[in-house]
């Protein structure tokens, strides 16, 4: 009898000054022995998707990431946040705004079936690299989604840290997601 493969997908979603962090969850993902050792003995199968992993072609940018949002469906939106809050996208907010309205959305239409994990870096920056209407703009961010959510948000000091947090953060998930898919066929 040939065993079910459970999918765990995972959206990555940050402005440009979180490449690093990006690159740590690619990473995990792909290569971490014993994240896929686990993932394996789950019988989960891990992905990561990003921005960069959608179909150059002519449009708007952002209405073609997040078309390729919808279609690829993850089940872990991973919001990521330094001192940027990114560019506008052409729609009056930035890309990673229109991010996390799709994962409010995809949140109200599945429910628990949907997680979206915020994590911001409180490592200090250069002074060149900081942009105070950027650093303003992840402040009001984040203000607003204590105020208008029930969030429980993670801090990190730095790309080293932030791996050791989300490799805990992705094994705790899988688990979760094991135990879901136990229960099933029990």
């Excluded at 279609?71 to 940027?84: E, M």
């Excluded at 949907?114 to 911001?120: C, D, K, L, P, W």
């Amino acid at each position: 009898m040939a065993e079910s493969l459970t999918k765990l997908r995972i959206f990555v979603a940050s402005p440009s000054d979180c490449a690093a962090e990006r690159a740590a969850i690619r990473r995990l993902v792909e290569s971490d022995p014993s994240i896929q050792t686990l993932a394996r003995n789950l019988d989960v199968n891990v992905d990561a998707y990003g921005w960069e992993d959608v179909f150059p072609e002519t449009g708007r940018p952002q209405s073609l990431i997040n078309e390729a949002i919808a279609k690829y469906d993850p089940d872990w939106f991973v919001f990521l946040f330094w001192h940027r809050f990114g560019s506008d996208s052409g729609n009056g907010m930035t890309g990673t705004q229109e991010e996390w309205n799709i994962a409010l959305q995809f949140q109200q239409q599945r429910g628990d079936s949907v997680t979206a994990s915020i994590y911001f870096n409180k490592a200090r920056a250069q002074p060149y690299e900081i942009d105070g209407l950027q650093l303003d703009a992840v402040k009001r961010f984040r203000d607003k989604l204590f105020k208008e959510h029930q969030a429980l948000a993670a801090e990190f000091n730095g790309p080293r840290e932030f791996e050791e947090i989300f490799r805990n953060h992705l094994t705790q998930k899988l688990n979760s997601q094991f135990i879901h898919v136990y229960n099933f066929f029990i």
